[in-house]
């Protein structure tokens, strides 16, 4: 039977182990016995019996050996807080440094730079893992996005319009526009070391433009169309939408120029009894879950072998826009981290 190290079990079952190997010895059972059955040294279990017999059971309990968890660092506790806030809350470039992100010679710059120590990227490594910081791929926000803006439309707007739909017994829809072209394959492939993989693409470009809502009851509705959005493919889009829901829709949508425009808005004032729309703050995509339903769209269109035509493209985003249709949860999951709505 393999043996177990002591050292790698936890405090109450080494406490355990040494109370039934005096037990034994107290019992009659022979020191070369009772060290083996309980798997421990001769001299440690010698140890434990002259502990008992000098303060009895209480005596034998030890606690995990070692220098107590904290102490021995290089950073002071305030000093890995006020590290770990720095990280949380502002980017390398926020604070004069060089660097876009922060990496583990990233963070080690800024502990030299702050406090005069000196730390190995390995030693950095193992800092960054033990205060729960994970490499992660950094989600994109515009620099010219107004943190302010945002705040208000998600403190004051954002309440407003979920208070009036809830009033008005109306459905709140999530706007969108994406394209996808024919040729567009990303991510890693394997290969032998040495012989870079090749994909083969037409030379000749393809795309194809899709705009959609989502809600968070699961209801996904979308259109299909060539080339930019225009007010005419908008207007046409609302048209239908509004025909198919049976109630008052609220549509949030993003700023852009086409959503602003003249036919646009003379629509909406026409129908503001079946619709009304509402904009999110400039610059903020990442407030929509519309954008996890388009980024859904593009990962499964770049994993698959790129489409030879036109129509192929075509047939596969219709492929897969229905059939999220038929997924209510996968929808759903589009606002796990959005607006709470």
């Not at 059972?29 to 019996?49: N, P, Y």
């Not at 208000?152 to 459905?171: F, N, Q, S």
């Not at 036109?310 to 229905?322: D, G, I, M, N, T």
């Amino acid at each position: 039977m393999e043996k177990i190290d002591s050292r790698t079990l936890p405090v109450a079952a080494l406490n355990e182990r040494r109370r039934r190997a005096v037990k034994m010895r107290l019992d009659g059972v022979s020191l070369k016995d009772a060290a083996a059955q309980c798997e421990m040294s001769r001299t440690t279990l010698i140890a434990a019996v002259k502990a008992y017999r000098a303060g009895g059971w209480k005596a034998l309990d030890v606690e995990r050996p070692g220098r107590p968890q904290g102490t021995g660092r290089t950073l002071t506790a305030e000093q890995e807080r006020e590290v770990q806030r720095l990280i949380r809350d502002r980017t390398p470039d926020q604070l004069k440094m060089i660097y876009a992100l922060w990496s583990r010679q990233a963070v080690a710059e800024l502990i030299l730079n702050r406090y005069g120590i000196k730390l190995a990227v390995r030693t950095m490594g193992l800092y960054l893992e033990r205060w729960g910081f994970t490499p992660q791929k950094p989600m994109k926000k515009a620099y010219e996005q107004s943190p302010a803006a945002v705040k208000k439309w998600l403190d004051e707007d954002y309440p407003v319009i979920a208070a009036c739909a809830k009033a008005e017994g109306a459905e709140i829809h999530w706007g969108d526009e994406t394209g996808v072209r024919r040729d567009d394959v990303r991510g890693h492939s394997y290969a032998p070391q040495g012989q870079t993989p090749v994909i083969r693409v037409n030379n000749k470009r393809h795309g194809l433009s899709v705009i959609s809502t989502v809600t968070n009851k699961g209801q996904m509705r979308w259109q299909a169309f060539d080339g930019a959005l225009s007010a005419d493919i908008l207007i046409d889009f609302l048209r239908r939408l509004v025909k198919d829901a049976g109630r008052k829709i609220y549509l949030i949508l993003y700023n852009l120029r086409v959503h602003h425009s003249k036919p646009v808005k003379a629509w909406q004032a026409e129908h503001k009894h079946e619709i009304e729309v509402f904009y999110l703050p400039s610059y903020s995509p990442e407030l929509s879950p519309n954008e996890m339903a388009n980024a859904d769209l593009k990962q499964v269109g770049t994993k698959l072998a790129p489409t030879r035509s036109k129509l192929q493209l075509v047939k596969a985003s219709r492929q897969h826009l229905l059939s999220v249709q038929r997924q209510p949860e996968r929808v759903k999951s589009y606002f796990e981290h959005a607006p709470d709505q």
